[in-house]
């Protein structure tokens, strides 16, 4: 519902931990993407800053859980596309 906000708190939008797209390879989760349809938008600013690196930061833990030895040698890509 469309709220005048002066008048009524206006509900904020929830940051998910999910990313609108992820790169896999052999079941393996590689990189993700996250889309924005508006370009100074308060809520796409948090997904660049704050959900990007933390949804990166667990793919890179679950494929250095399972091999050890190549943490120095992995890439984890992330990239976000905003504009109208």
């Known amino acids: 519902k469309r709220?005048?906000?002066?008048?009524?708190?206006?509900?904020?939008?929830?940051l998910g931990s999910?990313?609108?797209?992820?790169?896999k390879a052999s079941g393996?989760?590689?990189?993700?993407?996250e889309i924005g349809?508006?370009?100074?938008s308060t809520k796409e600013l948090k997904d660049i800053i704050v959900k990007l690196p933390i949804?990166?930061?667990?793919?890179l833990c679950a494929i250095v859980q399972d091999i050890q030895s190549i943490i120095n040698q992995?890439?984890?890509?992330g990239y976000n596309i905003n504009g109208t």
């Open 3 to 14: 709220k005048l906000s002066a008048v009524d708190g206006t509900e904020k939008k929830k």
């Open 18 to 23: 999910r990313t609108d797209t992820i790169y």
């Open 28 to 33: 393996v989760d590689l990189g993700c993407l």
């Open 37 to 40: 349809h508006q370009v100074y």
């Open 55 to 59: 949804v990166s930061k667990d793919m």
């Open 74 to 77: 992995t890439h984890i890509l």
